[in-house]
């Protein structure tokens, strides 16, 4: 799969190759980009797969806490923690947090900075 920072400035689209499978690609033209994958009809589990590896995105509880991890070094990149007003906080494993809410267009807004200092890349 080839990265998503070579098709800067190239048309991007959503594409649902096969309509009976919970399953999404990210394209640009017939380049598939980003694979992502629901596991099982009710689960919880969303499988992401990109040139650079591959991620498992799994809810949990009440809140819906989100823990993300890289599946093929088996180690939690991060976790999402959602409140009751909408505050999200977003924790890494090496104690680093930070947080903000979550507007009504699906986007997070008042982050502050954070120690991470190598971003994963997609």
Known sequence: MKSINECIGQ????VH???????????AGDEVLVGVSYKGALSSQ??????????????????????????EAHTELASVKRGMNGQVTLLFPMGASTGGSLAASGTMSGFGSTTRTRPYSI
Do not use: D, N
């Not at 048309?11 to 959503?14: A, N, P, S």
């Open 46 to 71: 969303v499988r992401a797969e990109t040139g650079a590896g591959l991620w498992l995105f799994e809810s949990k509880g009440l809140l819906q806490a989100i823990t993300i991890l890289a599946l």
């Open 11 to 14: 048309e991007l689209r959503w």
């Open 17 to 27: 190759p096969h309509l009976r499978r919970r399953e999404y690609e990210l394209r």
